[in-house]
């Protein structure tokens, strides 16, 4: 079941354990962000050695013709949410001409299962049709 949520969750008192597990699990359902999928959705492509995060960066500048900008601080407080979420992880690559070690980032499993969440959710909003009266 897939639950999308919009504004502040209930909070449950301390005496309702009952409520909290039924947020936890709502919480744990809803779709990631849509930066989120967005970058979940570039590193679907991306080999096992994964894809360094400036390119990360074009390639989303790039796909959406320039519509959708990524800063560097976009950039990597996403990388390092999704990283804490569990759904990519990072190793850092040789350095380049003398410079600093390139990080690369690359989907988990658990980033794989968020990604059909997703591409199943959208699958299901285009064929949606409202009810016939």
């Not at 360094?52 to 796909?63: F, K, M, T, V």
């Amino acid at each position: 079941m897939l639950t999308l949520s919009y504004g502040t969750p209930n909070r449950a008192s301390p005496n309702s354990r009952s409520t909290q597990q039924k947020n936890d699990v709502i919480a744990a359902e809803r779709l990631p962000a849509q930066r989120e999928i967005l970058f979940l959705w570039a590193l679907e492509g991306s080999t096992e050695t994964g894809i360094y995060g400036l390119d990360l960066q074009r390639a989303i500048n790039e796909s959406s013709e320039g519509f959708e900008t990524v800063s560097h601080g976009t950039l990597y407080s996403t990388l390092k949410r999704l990283k804490h979420k569990g759904w990519i992880d990072s190793y850092e690559g040789d350095a380049l001409g003398g410079g600093a070690k390139r990080v690369y980032y690359r989907l988990t499993k658990d980033g794989e299962e968020q990604l059909a969440r997703v591409n199943q959710f959208f699958s299901r909003l285009r064929e949606w049709q409202p009810a016939q009266n």
